[in-house]
């Protein structure tokens, strides 16, 4: 009997099992995407640089002679022919006195034989002599002078003048190494930065298949970043590109010229120079963190398709572009990829897409620093 009701408590339990309804299905993974969609895009390089004076004269004595007068103030700015050093003239101006005399005396000289040669009284050679010794004394005369000039010690160019090498007393020569100060015109400003040959031969490369196209007018500018992290809220233009290739870097130089009105930028400064190469017409660009990488090092992302299934997708990446890659192939424009829930997908499965909340794309981090701004951080995953 006992058996009996196990097995009738077990087709019942049975029948209750067949008419009942199966267990629900697992629920799907929500997850943030990101659409991506093709753009124009400026592409830029940042490079290290240095800044130079636009000028610099080195100020060397012409005459030798004790240094009487320093004339300017260090770190002032002076003009193009102002007088910096007074050099002791004395001597300088006793043989231009001497000079002149001579000269006064050979012009008589030849003054009075040329009357004397119209009535034959000298001969022609003796009037030649004269007048040969009449512009010799001229030449010294003018030599007397000039070196009485340069006891006036000028500068040669506008600019701030730095420390002097020389005080008064000190004796100086004409043709000394040692510089008695220099002058350097610092508005504009040059900055000169280097950049791989390989990168040059690449825009050309990219520009010849038409993949990158010309800036235009602003293709030519340069912007700065300080040593500080500022940005420098001038633009530059780039003027010309240095025609040999350093053998020892395998790079070349790139000269830029920078407004510099209130002298803010002093030559030797360290910067980051930002220069536009050109426009990349329908470029995909894709958050970073969507953007993944296998053990191998191979870039890849989570597409999800019309059936909000997930599907991993190998993508060549090319260059970073804000807080975002630059994607050369693997993704097409209105795709969507997974931007935020990336750890609890896998492939196959369905999710509950959203358009991602945490990303903020930003194609230039210096624009906000240019206007005073922080500029978003890329989110983490989660």
């Known amino acids: 009997m006992r058996v009996l009701a196990a097995l009738a408590g077990a087709a019942a339990?049975?029948?209750c099992t067949d008419s009942g309804q199966k267990p629900a299905a697992d629920a799907a993974v929500q997850v943030g995407v990101y659409t991506i969609k093709e753009q124009s895009l400026t592409l830029t390089t940042t490079l290290p640089g240095r800044t130079s004076a636009y000028r610099e004269a080195e100020v060397r004595p012409q005459v030798d002679g004790i240094v009487q007068k320093r004339l300017f103030k260090e770190g002032a700015q002076v003009k193009k022919g102002e007088q910096l050093y007074q050099i002791d003239d004395a001597i300088y101006r006793a043989e231009y006195n001497r000079a002149k005399a001579n000269l006064a005396a050979a012009q008589k000289l030849a003054q009075r034989y040329e009357r004397?040669?119209?009535?034959?009284?000298?001969?022609?050679?003796?009037y030649d002599d004269a007048i040969s010794s009449w512009?010799?004394?001229?030449?010294q005369a003018e030599l007397a002078r000039i070196n009485l000039v340069y006891t006036r010690v000028l500068s040669p160019i506008s600019g701030k003048v730095g420390r002097s090498a020389v005080s008064e007393g000190a004796l100086v020569t004409s043709g000394q190494a040692q510089q008695m100060a220099t002058v350097q015109q610092i508005d504009p400003i040059y900055v000169d930065v280097t950049q791989p040959i390989t990168e040059v031969l690449r825009l050309r490369r990219e520009m010849q298949a038409g993949r990158l196209a010309k800036?235009?007018?602003?293709?030519?500018?340069?912007t700065l970043r300080l040593a500080d992290?500022?940005?420098?809220?001038?633009s530059g233009v780039l003027q010309f590109s240095e025609i040999t290739v350093d053998q020892g870097t395998g790079s070349v130089t790139l000269r830029a010229e920078f407004p510099n009105p209130d002298g803010s930028l002093l030559p030797g400064m360290f910067v980051q120079a930002r220069l536009d190469e050109g426009v990349r017409n329908g470029a995909i660009l894709a958050p970073q963190q969507a953007v993944l990488r296998d053990q191998m090092g191979q870039a890849y992302a989570w597409v999800v398709g019309a059936d909000d299934k997930v599907e991993r997708r190998a993508i060549r990446t090319e260059r970073t572009v804000g807080n975002q890659w630059l994607v050369d192939g693997g993704l097409s424009s209105g795709e969507r990829v997974v931007a935020?829930?990336?750890q609890r997908v896998r492939g196959g499965i369905k999710v509950a897409a959203a358009p991602a909340a945490r990303v903020a794309p930003v194609n230039d981090f210096d624009a906000g620093a240019r206007q005073g701004q922080s500029a978003p951080q890329p989110a983490s995953n989660n």
Not at 135 to 139: E, I, M, T, V
Not at 215 to 222: K, M, N, P, S, T
């Open 13 to 15: 339990i049975a029948g």
């Open 116 to 126: 004397l040669l119209k009535t034959s009284a000298i001969s022609q050679q003796q």
């Open 135 to 139: 512009k010799q004394a001229q030449a």
């Open 215 to 222: 800036a235009g007018q602003d293709q030519a500018r340069v």
């Open 229 to 234: 992290g500022s940005v420098y809220p001038q």
């Open 340 to 342: 935020e829930g990336t």
